[in-house]
Structure formats: C-alpha cells, structure tokens
C-alpha cells in the first residue's frame, strides 16, 4: 500500500516508492514463490516510510489451529528477513503486537453499516448463508480499513480482487471525517486506489486458470518459499501446459505455458519474449524453470536457516514499538473526534 511520491529502482526498472508504504501478509497458509515475486521482492526494494507486517488477526475468520497460526506467524516473520527486508529502514511487525489495530477497528465499526459488510466478496462467498459463520468474517474489512487509515496511507496498490476492501476503506474516511471532524482538521486520510506496475501473477501449476495461492489446498500446483530442489523440479515437471507444438507466449490461448515462461521471465530478470525465443520445447522450459525457481529459493533458504528465531523475535518486537509510534497519535485523534 503506496503513497507518493514514486522513483524508478535502477535493479528493477519498477517505480519504488519514497512515501509511506504499508503491506501486510496473512498467514493462511505457507508464502509460495508468487508471494516472493508480487509482495516480498518489491517490499525489500521500497524506500520511503515502510511498514511491513504480518496480519494474524486476519488469519482468524476461519475456524483456526491457533498452534498453526502461531507456527506460520513466526514462519513469515522469519521468511520476511530471509528475503532481505531491513529491519534498520523498514518497520517489520506483527498486526496482533500492535493494539492501536483493534483500537481503531472497534471506532470504525461504530461509522460502518451492516448493510455495506454485507456485499463483501468473502462474506458473500463463505459465510452469509451459514449460521456458524464467525462474526471476524464481517467484520474483518473493517479491520482491514484500520490497518490502512492508522498510518494515513494515501494511494493503496491492490489487486482488483482487493479494490472493495479500499473503497470501503475510503467510505469509511470520508464518513469518519464528516461525522466526526478532528481538532486540527479531517482525522484520516482518504486512500485512493491504484493500479500497481505490472509483475508477474503466477498461476497454480495445475490448474493455471487460476492464481498460484498459499492456502491452495492441492500443493502439487503451488511453489512454497521452502520447497527443497526435488520438490520444485517436480512439479514443474508435472506442470500442466497443453497440447499444441511449439512455445509462443499466448496467456488466454495457453495458459499453462504461458505461466511457466512469467515464471522464468520474473525468475531470471529477463523478458517473456526472451524466454519463448531461447526454447522449442515443453521440457526445455520446465528444465530452466527449475533451475531459475531454485537458483531464487537458494539464498532465501540458506539465510532462513540462519536466523535464530529468538533474534526474529527480538526483531519483530522492536518494529511493533516503532509501528505504535506512528499508529499512536491517528488512533488518539479519532478517539477524541469521536468522544472518548
């Protein structure tokens, strides 16, 4: 989630932003290569005011192992280190550690409207018609809007299967403000949606209609962080391309080949166009698929097994402290704006 204003990075040719910046990962799941490429790698570059976090709370709408959730939390604090994130420059911390979350989010609720939770996508998709359906599943876009209007981001990139979460965040803004106007003028900032630079939307492996997702159920189809060498070159041996001859890049004709050369494309820092010309062969492609997907996970993994997690820990705690600053003084404006 990106403010202005935006510089190119001379590595990645991608705009990198000097503004404040706030993306959090929900541990539903184990981070796969496609969370590497579209959130960790361009978070590690990014300049600016950086808050980087993991989003626990979000892990809970779901009936949950808390065993698990604490597991995969501390699995993604480490991974985020492991990728490169600094500490020194970029505020890393864990959603839960930071109060001001759950503080702002109870305020929002009292401006927002059964009605508008209602039409969210996840609600409508996993919960409405269900009696034992928590009530974290409602709420939860509530929640999300805190985590963005406590640190006044004003342009938040997101994918269009996220842009509701930002339009409810801007509604509830806006109606904040209107309502409740803060001592020295409008409490929050209203965010406006973006459109990220275009990077690679790496798609399931077997079923490449849709995206690659690290709470897939079937991991046959899903490149985790973690996934040792064998592993890797078999599924992308057993990737699912097609039928026609030849290697031409046509990602609504030939889906599956067209994920593996965006694969090795993002992998290798080169073109699609330059990937589909240097081979004529599936197997050829799956050969350097591995090899550029394990030249990647290498260093990740060995700097993984690295960190104690007492030192990632101590990382993380420090960050909270740091995100409490800045989270602090929003969530003291809008409890006096509202009353309290």
Do not use: W
């Not at 989003?55 to 604490?70: C, I, Q, Y």
């Not at 705690?317 to 989270?327: L, V």
């Not at 404006?333 to 009353?339: L, N």
Request: aromatic residues 4%; hydrophobic residues 40%.
């Amino acid at each position: 989630m990106i403010t202005e204003p935006t510089t190119i990075h001379p590595s990645t040719g991608q705009p990198t932003s000097t503004g404040v910046q706030l993306s959090l990962l929900t541990p539903s799941g184990h981070l796969t290569i496609g969370n590497y490429i579209g959130a960790l790698a361009p978070m590690r570059e990014a300049r600016g005011d950086c808050y980087f976090g993991v989003s626990d709370l979000h892990a809970m709408t779901m009936p949950h192992d808390r065993s698990l959730l604490r597991e995969r939390t501390a699995e993604f604090q480490r991974l985020m280190l492991a990728v490169g994130l600094d500490p020194v420059r970029q505020v890393l911390f864990r959603q839960s550690a930071v109060p001001e979350h759950t503080g702002l989010h109870y305020l929002l609720e009292c401006v927002a409207r059964v009605g508008e939770l209602g039409r969210m996508i996840q609600f409508k998709e996993k919960g409405r018609d269900n009696g034992e359906t928590r009530m974290s599943l409602l709420s939860y876009p509530v929640l999300m809007s805190a985590d963005i209007l406590l640190y006044q981001a004003a342009e938040v990139p997101v994918g269009q299967d996220q842009s509701q979460h930002v339009e409810l965040a801007r509604d509830l803004a806006q109606r904040f403000n209107r309502d409740y106007p803060g001592q020295d003028g409008p409490v929050f900032t209203v965010p406006v949606t973006v459109n990220p630079p275009v990077a690679a939307r790496l798609r399931d492996l077997q079923r490449p209609t849709i995206k690659m997702s690290k709470s897939a159920t079937n991991p046959a189809g899903v490149i985790y962080l973690l996934d040792g060498p064998d592993a890797v070159r078999r599924k992308i041996r057993r990737a699912v391309t097609d039928s026609e001859p030849g290697i031409s890049y046509q990602p609504d004709r030939r889906p599956g080949l067209a994920n593996l050369l965006e694969l090795v494309a993002a992998c290798a820092g080169r073109s699609v166009t330059e990937v589909a010309d240097d081979h004529d062969s599936f197997g050829s492609l799956k050969a350097t698929a591995a090899d550029a997907v394990i030249a990647t996970l290498e260093p990740i993994q060995r700097r993984y097994a690295e960190l104690a997690p007492d030192q990632v820990d101590a990382v993380f705690a420090a960050g909270a402290e740091r995100a409490r600053s800045t989270a602090g003084p929003t969530l003291a404006a809008a409890r006096q704006a509202i009353g309290l």
